[in-house]
Protein backbone atom coordinates (compact mmCIF):
# COMPACT_ATOMS: atom_id res chain seq x y z
CA UNK A 1 0.00 0.00 0.00
CA UNK A 2 1.13 3.62 -0.85
CA UNK A 3 -0.42 6.26 1.20
CA UNK A 4 0.21 9.94 0.43
CA UNK A 5 0.24 12.59 3.10
CA UNK A 6 -1.16 16.19 2.46
CA UNK A 7 -1.53 19.17 4.59
CA UNK A 8 -1.63 22.87 4.10
CA UNK A 9 -5.20 23.65 2.87
CA UNK A 10 -7.57 25.74 4.22
CA UNK A 11 -9.52 29.37 4.13
CA UNK A 12 -7.79 32.29 2.49
CA UNK A 13 -8.93 36.00 1.13
CA UNK A 14 -8.55 36.45 -2.23
CA UNK A 15 -5.26 37.94 -2.76
CA UNK A 16 -3.48 35.72 -0.13
CA UNK A 17 -1.39 32.92 -0.01
CA UNK A 18 -1.04 28.98 1.34
CA UNK A 19 1.86 26.19 1.07
CA UNK A 20 0.66 22.78 0.80
CA UNK A 21 2.80 19.83 1.13
CA UNK A 22 2.91 16.15 0.16
CA UNK A 23 5.11 13.66 1.00
CA UNK A 24 5.28 9.98 -0.51
CA UNK A 25 7.33 7.80 2.34
CA UNK A 26 8.94 5.67 -0.14
CA UNK A 27 12.72 5.26 -0.09
CA UNK A 28 13.91 6.32 -3.45
CA UNK A 29 12.84 9.60 -5.55
CA UNK A 30 10.09 9.96 -7.49
CA UNK A 31 8.62 12.31 -10.05
CA UNK A 32 5.29 14.08 -7.95
CA UNK A 33 2.95 16.34 -9.11
CA UNK A 34 -0.23 18.82 -7.97
CA UNK A 35 -3.78 18.54 -9.17
CA UNK A 36 -6.63 20.31 -8.80
CA UNK A 37 -10.29 19.16 -9.10
CA UNK A 38 -13.31 22.14 -8.60
CA UNK A 39 -16.86 20.85 -8.84
CA UNK A 40 -18.62 19.90 -11.74
CA UNK A 41 -14.76 19.93 -13.71
CA UNK A 42 -12.10 17.42 -14.79
CA UNK A 43 -8.74 17.65 -12.95
CA UNK A 44 -6.27 19.35 -13.91
CA UNK A 45 -2.30 19.54 -13.69
CA UNK A 46 -1.37 22.44 -11.80
CA UNK A 47 2.38 21.50 -11.56
CA UNK A 48 5.17 18.42 -11.29
CA UNK A 49 8.13 18.08 -10.85
CA UNK A 50 11.17 15.56 -11.25
CA UNK A 51 13.05 13.29 -8.95
CA UNK A 52 15.93 15.78 -9.66
CA UNK A 53 14.14 18.51 -9.51
CA UNK A 54 13.21 19.75 -12.63
CA UNK A 55 9.86 21.79 -12.76
CA UNK A 56 7.59 21.33 -15.02
CA UNK A 57 4.50 24.28 -14.92
CA UNK A 58 0.61 23.12 -16.22
CA UNK A 59 -1.87 26.05 -17.25
CA UNK A 60 -3.61 25.96 -13.84
CA UNK A 61 -2.29 29.10 -11.70
CA UNK A 62 0.34 30.12 -13.81
CA UNK A 63 2.51 32.61 -12.90
CA UNK A 64 1.44 32.33 -9.19
CA UNK A 65 2.05 29.31 -8.07
CA UNK A 66 5.22 27.10 -7.86
CA UNK A 67 6.32 23.63 -7.19
CA UNK A 68 9.62 22.89 -5.34
CA UNK A 69 10.61 19.43 -3.41
CA UNK A 70 13.00 18.95 -0.10
CA UNK A 71 16.53 17.57 -0.93
CA UNK A 72 16.87 13.81 -0.89
CA UNK A 73 13.03 12.93 0.28
CA UNK A 74 9.86 12.76 -1.62
CA UNK A 75 8.58 15.79 0.08
CA UNK A 76 6.65 18.30 -2.39
CA UNK A 77 5.58 21.94 -1.71
CA UNK A 78 2.93 24.13 -3.20
CA UNK A 79 3.48 28.08 -2.76
CA UNK A 80 0.26 29.37 -3.95
CA UNK A 81 0.60 33.40 -4.45
CA UNK A 82 -2.39 36.34 -5.16
CA UNK A 83 -4.97 33.38 -4.61
CA UNK A 84 -7.95 34.02 -6.31
CA UNK A 85 -11.72 32.69 -6.28
CA UNK A 86 -11.16 30.62 -9.29
CA UNK A 87 -8.38 28.56 -7.27
CA UNK A 88 -10.82 27.05 -5.39
CA UNK A 89 -11.02 23.26 -5.71
CA UNK A 90 -9.97 20.46 -3.61
CA UNK A 91 -5.84 19.66 -4.47
CA UNK A 92 -4.25 16.75 -4.79
CA UNK A 93 -0.84 15.41 -4.77
CA UNK A 94 0.15 12.91 -7.24
CA UNK A 95 3.30 10.51 -6.95
CA UNK A 96 5.76 7.93 -9.34
CA UNK A 97 4.24 9.65 -12.70
CA UNK A 98 6.10 9.42 -15.44
CA UNK A 99 7.81 12.26 -17.50
CA UNK A 100 7.39 11.68 -21.49
CA UNK A 101 8.52 14.30 -23.53
CA UNK A 102 8.80 16.88 -21.20
CA UNK A 103 5.26 16.60 -20.08
CA UNK A 104 4.08 15.11 -16.90
CA UNK A 105 1.73 11.65 -16.94
CA UNK A 106 0.26 11.05 -13.40
CA UNK A 107 0.27 7.66 -11.76
CA UNK A 108 -3.63 6.99 -12.14
CA UNK A 109 -3.29 4.52 -8.70
CA UNK A 110 -1.29 7.25 -6.18
CA UNK A 111 -2.74 10.01 -5.02
CA UNK A 112 -3.19 12.20 -1.99
CA UNK A 113 -6.95 12.21 -0.26
CA UNK A 114 -7.03 15.60 -1.51
CA UNK A 115 -6.72 18.93 0.30
CA UNK A 116 -9.52 21.95 0.17
CA UNK A 117 -8.62 25.25 -0.88
CA UNK A 118 -11.09 28.32 -0.61
CA UNK A 119 -10.66 31.25 -1.46
CA UNK A 120 -13.38 33.60 -0.91
CA UNK A 121 -14.22 37.22 0.95
Known amino acids: QVHLVESGGGLVQPGGSLRLSCVDS??????MGWFRQAPGKQRELVAA???????YAGASGSGRFTISRESAANTIFLQMDNLKPEDTAVYYC?????????????????WGQGTQVTVSS
Open 94 to 110: NSRGTFIGGSYYRNPNI
Open 26 to 31: GTIKYH
Open 49 to 55: ISSDGKI
